[in-house]
Nanobody
Framework: VQLQASGGGLVQAGGSLRLSCATS????????MGWFRQPPGKEREFVAAIYWSGGSTYYADSMKGRFTISRDNAKNTVDLQMNSLKPEDTAVYYCAAKLVYKGSFNSIQAYEYWGQGTQVTVSS
């Protein structure tokens, strides 16, 4: 599975950004798609995940109500709509894919395919 993340940029606090992850190389019915982020100087952390088949979604607690993950079956893309952004949301955001049966949806180690990352900077 090849993943290509895009949509990052600079935004003021309170603003919105929409990230997109283009996928190719394999049908995704048996995959979970995740978004992770790595703030400067910190470890990579889980943001959100969606089961391609069925569309169940999961979020880290700090993102609930602000971020929305979605998939487009026709375009084979996974988007992350981010609203009410805060300076602490500044990070490199990565999309990733894992097989449904391999580990937990929020486990970095479970994901075997990763995109290149896109920078999100939120100014105060």
């Amino acid at each position: 599975v090849q993943l290509q993340a895009s949509g990052g940029g600079l935004v003021q606090a309170g603003g919105s950004l929409r990230l997109s992850c283009a996928t190719s190389g394999r049908t995704l019915n048996n995959y979970v798609m995740g978004w992770f982020r790595q703030p400067p100087g910190k470890e990579r952390e889980f943001v959100a995940a969606i089961y391609w088949s069925g569309g169940s979604t999961y979020y880290a607690d700090s993102m609930k109500g602000r971020f929305t993950i979605s998939r487009d079956n026709a375009k084979n893309t996974v988007d992350l709509q981010m609203n009410s952004l805060k300076p602490e949301d500044t990070a490199v955001y990565y999309c990733a894919a894992k097989l449904v049966y391999k580990g937990s949806f929020n486990s970095i180690q479970a994901y075997e395919y990763w995109g290149q990352g896109t920078q999100v900077t939120v100014s105060s």
